[in-house]
Each structure stands twice: as structure tokens, then as C-alpha cells.
């Protein structure tokens, strides 16, 4: 291994998986449960020296949508070091030797939730969107929305139907949910209530899922975990069911995945009824950005042909981006003379569709002239970056 040819990055087995959730109280000051829950979906690798345990962390080979298709990727969850291994760069070559086996196995992208984004950008990782939680008077959201004839119904299942998975086609970044989802949503959050909303005689146009938690001042508060709204009027109804909760309920969290990146909350009749607060944001790594742009959904209109350079920690390559009658290409092309230089986090970002306009391109340091940036912008700009799982 380089740096230190004493650490060896293996998939654990079974003992060395009972270290790891060991390590992992030890490093976390507190169990984590996903540990044991995803155990049989996940991918688990240890660094081990001298036959210790001293890190390791978590893989799930989940598709993530882009552009409207499931994209072959990797979420990386429960990453620890033992405390009095760090400093050594040991996290960097954890991270490293984990991605490596997971792109052997087809992951052309990665995705993680961290506190830690200057380490992770130093590393090629990059944060195409900010994450909040919204925080809201039960009594504004019944003042501000209404019903509009929809139709209720209480369900017992989690929302991993084809309904759930066309919504989250809309946007860039949710998972193509696997079929452990539910189980794992219902033991990790006890009493999660599910609703759909539909028009009489219509297919659902909208997806609820809350929970309850304990408060030190409201005592109980309402937990919005999951909103899927195919219109307005689905979304309004949503928020109004939330708002019928006022009797007993003060207030309604929506967790830190839970809203999509649309206005609702603008609607609400009080100036500053919402506060929100911010969270460390998801990362995305491309890991091969070949693939990841050939696997990924593009408008069906989009003609666009871009020489282009793409610069990462180790080296530069020089591509050319062909895009076509909803498919695309990232080509090779040795020695051609670029019209933009991108970072490979601001690949990422632009990959998300994390840039809205060409301003904000440029401002963020993509290299080029306005006119290209733009198309280029334009290219993945169609959806908006939302990772509405968190792990």
C-alpha cells in the first residue's frame, strides 16, 4: 500500500466485521446501528494492521438517478479511523483502497454524506447542492395551503413503487431504492406513517411519509421524512395534511432530505414562519467519467459537441463531449486544443446539474468563454440536484 506497506484495505470477514462495529462505537462515541442493519446489502472493508482492526467503512452499490436514468454507483456510509491511528493519512488511503475494489465492480460514481468537505474536496470530491432543514408552525402550513380534492389514504408499505421511482427520475441524485429500503426505513425510524394523495379516479400524484420525535420545548413534533409531489396542487395538499396535525402538534421538521429544491415554503402567508437550518452537504466523486456521462440520461434535443480538458489530482485529460438524440460521449482526444477546463469537482458539480446558469460556472472557476459555458451548462441543467436519502 503506499505510504505504509504495514496497513493492508481487505473486505472484512466475519470477525473482522464484529471489530469494525467495535471500532466504530469507540470512534463515533455511540453505536451505529446501520452497522448491523446493512449488513447484509453492504460491501465492508477494514484497514487492518498487524491483524488489527484499525478502520473501515461501509459500501452500498445503489443506482443513483442523473438525467433521468439509474446510474451504477456506490454510497459510502460509517467511514471511522480508530483515534489513535489518526494524522496519518490513513482516511485517504481507506477511501481510496475502497473506491478502487467498488469501481472494479462497475461504480462509475460515489456518494457520501461528511462533515468533512475540505478534506473531501482535496480528495476530488464535490458538493453540487446546500442541504437544509425546514422548520414550520403546524398552524402557518394549515393557514397557507389547502386540500384541493385530493384523496387520502393511509398504506402500510414504504414508497419504493414505480410512482415513487418515476418522481425521483425528476431530479439528480435520488436513489433507484433497492427493496431492503423499506425495512431498513422502518427499523431505523420506529412508527413511520405512509400516505399517498390522489385526484378521484387518478394515480397518486403524491407520496408522505412522517414520523414523531420527542421535543425539548413542543414535546412532540412532527417529522416529515419523505415528500414526493408530482404538481403543485399534490405538493399544497401535502403541506395542508401536515398542517392538520396543529391541534396537538406545534410544529413540522422537514429533515434534512426531505424538501425537493422548489420554493414551497415561500407560499406560507407569515414572513419568516420557515427557519431553516443548514447541514453538511452530500458529496459526489465521478469515477470514471467516461462511463458515468455515457450511462447518464441527456435531453432528447441536445446537439452539443465541446472539446474539453479535465483536470484531476494526479494528471489532465483532454476529451471531447458529443451529445446527441438523448445519449452522449465522453471521448478521448489527445492533444486537441480545449474550449473549457473543468476540475474534476467541477465536473461533479456540472455532472449534477448543480450549476443553474453560466454566471455561476464561471464564478466557481470553470475556464472558458461565456457562450460555451452556457452550453455546456445547459446540457445537464434540465434536472435539479437532490439526494433525498440520507445514510
Not at 80 to 103: N, T, V, Y
Not at 121 to 134: E, I
Not at 245 to 261: E, K
Request: charged content about 20%; overall charge neutral.
Amino acid at each position: 500500500m503506499p505510504r505504509d506497506t504495514g496497513v493492508q484495505v481487505v473486505q472484512a470477514d466475519n470477525q473482522q466485521r464484529a471489530d469494525y462495529d467495535t471500532l466504530a462505537r469507540r470512534s463515533y462515541g455511540q453505536p451505529v446501528g446501520d452497522i448491523a442493519r446493512l449488513r447484509p446489502y453492504a460491501d465492508i472493508r477494514v484497514a487492518v494492521r498487524s491483524g488489527r482492526v484499525i478502520g473501515g467503512g461501509l459500501n452500498l452499490r445503489i443506482p443513483q438517478y442523473f438525467g433521468g436514468r439509474p446510474v451504477p454507483g456506490v454510497c459510502l456510509a460509517g467511514g471511522c479511523i480508530a483515534p489513535e491511528e489518526r494524522g496519518e493519512h490513513l482516511w485517504s488511503l481507506l477511501l481510496d483502497e475502497r473506491l478502487r475494489a467498488l469501481k472494479d465492480q462497475g461504480a462509475v460514481l460515489a456518494t457520501a454524506w461528511t462533515a468533512s468537505t475540505g478534506y473531501g474536496r482535496r480528495m476530488g470530491w464535490a458538493t453540487p447542492a446546500q442541504v437544509f432543514s425546514w422548520t414550520v408552525p403546524t398552524s402557518e402550513l394549515r393557514r397557507s395551503f389547502d386540500d384541493t380534492g385530493f384523496d387520502i389514504d393511509h398504506v402500510t408499505e414504504d414508497h419504493t413503487d414505480p410512482r415513487q421511482r418515476e418522481l425521483a427520475a425528476r431530479w439528480n441524485g435520488p436513489w433507484f431504492r433497492p427493496d431492503w429500503w423499506p425495512a431498513w426505513q422502518q427499523d431505523t425510524h420506529p412508527g413511520l406513517t405512509h400516505y399517498r394523495f390522489a385526484l378521484p379516479g387518478e394515480e397518486p400524484d403524491g407520496l408522505l411519509t412522517l414520523g414523531f420525535e420527542q421535543h425539548p420545548v413542543d414535546g412532540r413534533r412532527l417529522v416529515v421524512h419523505d415528500f414526493w409531489a408530482a404538481t403543485a396542487k399534490a405538493a399544497a395538499a401535502m403541506l395542508s395534511f401536515a398542517g392538520r396535525h396543529n391541534s396537538r402538534i406545534p410544529t413540522v421538521m422537514f429533515q434534512r432530505t426531505a424538501l425537493p429544491p422548489a420554493p414551497l415554503l415561500q407560499r406560507l402567508h407569515r414572513a419568516g414562519a420557515a427557519t431553516a437550518t443548514s447541514w453538511h452537504p452530500w458529496m459526489l466523486r465521478i469515477l470514471d467519467a467516461s462511463k458515468a456521462v455515457h450511462l447518464r440520461g441527456w435531453p432528447r434535443d441536445l446537439e452539443l459537441t465541446l472539446p474539453l480538458t479535465l483536470t484531476t489530482r494526479a494528471d489532465e485529460s483532454s476529451f471531447t463531449l458529443h451529445a446527441s438524440g438523448g445519449r452522449a460521449e465522453l471521448e478521448p482526444a489527445p492533444g486537441s486544443k480545449p474550449r473549457l477546463v473543468l476540475t474534476e469537482q467541477q465536473f461533479a458539480v456540472w455532472y449534477a446539474g448543480g450549476y443553474r446558469s453560466a454566471a455561476s460556472a464561471l464564478l466557481d472557476g470553470i475556464q472558458g468563454s461565456t457562450d460555451d459555458v452556457a452550453r455546456l451548462v445547459a446540457a445537464t441543467c434540465e434536472n435539479e440536484p437532490w439526494l433525498s436519502e440520507y445514510f
